[in-house]
Nanobody, 124 residues
Framework: QVQLVESGGGLVQAGGSLRLSCAAS????????MGWFRQAPGKERMFVAAISRSGTSTYYKDAVKGRFTISRDNAKNTVYLQMNSLKPEDTAVYYC?????????????????WGRGTQVTVSS
């Protein structure tokens, strides 16, 4: 099993920045790709960003391209999401996810492990 714990959420004004972290523990050797998803109130959980095991391949939701950056430190078993130029529509609970299969998926069904989420609120 793998446990994921997110941190770094909070309240920020529009235009501000936050850095989310997700620390993995347990059978971390089994993790390949990692991703971030978010769920706004009353909406389905949606893909935000993903990164390959090596960190050389990254993928983003169109709405966050150029503003968010996903990265990982495999020595620390941690993945990050740097969020800049935040907008009120970025308000959501952000979830970290880990995959055990090959490739980098952008749909939540492909991910095997999930954190409990961290709230990000962007005020206008």
């Amino acid at each position: 099993q793998v446990q994921l714990v997110e941190s770094g959420g909070g309240l920020v004004q529009a235009g501000g920045s936050l850095r989310l972290s997700c620390a993995a523990s347990g059978r971390t050797f089994s993790i390949t790709a990692m991703g971030w998803f978010r769920q706004a109130p009353g909406k389905e959980r949606m893909f935000v960003a993903a990164i390959s095991r090596s960190g050389t391949s990254t993928y983003y939701k169109d709405a966050v391209k150029g503003r968010f950056t996903i990265s990982r430190d495999n020595a620390k078993n941690t993945v990050y999401l740097q969020m800049n130029s935040l907008k009120p529509e970025d308000t959501a609970v952000y979830y970290c996810a880990a995959d055990r299969s090959l490739g980098v998926a952008t749909h939540e069904g492909a991910y095997d492990y999930w954190g409990r989420g961290t709230q990000v609120t962007v005020s206008s």
